[in-house]
């Protein structure tokens, strides 16, 4: 099941609100925690039956390591409480292993996801960040809470903690996560998709077929494909905890703005980055111990990024490709791009983005090194001919319309607008949610076209 369908829409999310809101009032957020427990565990099972007992393991290894490494933390005995932090890292880590990397197994939706979650709380426990959980009802709703379970944002525990036992629900709470919701089913729907069609378009021609325009605009539509696609997801999922009485943090900061890769990776995928940066790279000394270590460290860190992605050469070449260009301007680079007119910085951060997706977006290296000679115009139709110049103009307007949307214009005009007058906000933002759901089931009931790229993570 998925946010951006019709059962999802019109059953799932109306079922789960209303038996949400009407939870009893005596100890209501045990009550809601319950209810968030038990419908995510079925939207999970929804799709993956069979792995919910793997999640339902990871939950218990974790409450029970998590609990006990707190435990011998109170009782100053830390030698003990690593103990149980290793297992705990030992146990989700080998899972991760084993369904993800040894090609044995189907890859459990969101494993990667909600296994680097639940790790979080063993660490925060043994680190004095987080209290430990005594509650397992209220354990399981942080592991398994279906707005963010199969593709993030990625939430530690010592963020949410005190939101699992003590929230509030209110109007205004209610209308900024619907605002949220809307916006993200419409970046999925009428944009993701679209972008999507279009690269599905150009890598169904044969090689003898594609001209090197239409190889180039391919990737230029998968550029802004992943970006709506996971971008959406995420503001579906920040709209849909705020709903829930959950904050939870960003996940993008229009990431396509960026003058340089270093800026980039601080606005694209912000909870995996923080949690890498947090678990990994300051562990390990981060910059604190000289440049060769420094060096060294990020290396660690984005080969394991690529790697999270998955086992293939082609995420680890793409981990280690932005590898690359971030040492590059750590030790001279950054220092160039700051001199330079701010265009020049843009184009250059695009430049490097748009060819790191280019490795990102094939498993199968073969598969990507025939498309590479496609934009190099070898074995190709030509530069270009009427099909794919029809291609191109046939979708100036969708274009354009990524193009804007992808920079924090829009949201710079809204937030003038209803600045303005409050009767007017609010008309315009129930007109804004009521076009785009409107618009989103009108393509849902139409499309075939419909998946999200992240859930294979």
Known sequence: MVFSSLLFLTRFLPCVLLIYFIAPG??????????????????????????????????????????????????????IARIFLVLSVVINLSLLAVFKYTGKYALPIGISFYTFQSMSYTIDVYRGKAKTEKNIINFGAYISLFPQLIAGPIVRFSDIAVQLRERRVDLGRICYGVVRFSCGLGKKVLLANQAGAVFQTVTGYQPQQMTTLAAWFGILAFMFQIYFDFSGYSDMAIGLMAVFGFDIPENFDYPYESKSITEFWRRWHISLGSWFR???????????????????????????????????????????????????EKTWLLRLLKRLPDWISHVYALVVIYFGWLLFAWED?????????????????????????????????????????ATSLPQRIARAVTKRDGIVAALLQSGFVAVMLLLSIAYLVNGTYNPFLYFRF
């Open 365 to 405: 290296i073969r598969g990507h090194r025939a498309y590479v000679k496609a934009m190099a115009g070898i074995g190709t139709a030509g530069w270009y001919d009427a099909q794919s110049v029809y291609l191109v103009m046939s979708n100036v307007i969708l274009l354009a319309v990524l193009v804007i949307g």
């Open 278 to 328: 947090e678990y990994v790279y300051i562990p390990l000394g981060g910059s604190r111990r000289g440049m060769a270590r420094t060096f060294i460290n990020i290396f660690i860190v984005w080969f394991l990024t690529g790697l999270w992605h998955g086992a293939t050469v082609n995420f680890v070449l793409w981990g280690l490709y932005f590898c690359f260009f971030l040492l590059m």
């Open 26 to 79: 005596c100890m209501k957020n045990i009550w809601r925690n319950l209810i968030l427990f038990v419908f995510s565990l079925v939207f999970y099972a929804w799709g993956e039956p069979i792995y919910i007992w793997l999640m339902l393991f990871s939950t218990v290894v974790d409450y029970v390591n998590g609990g006990l490494a707190g435990y011998f933390v109170e009782k100053n005995r830390k030698s």
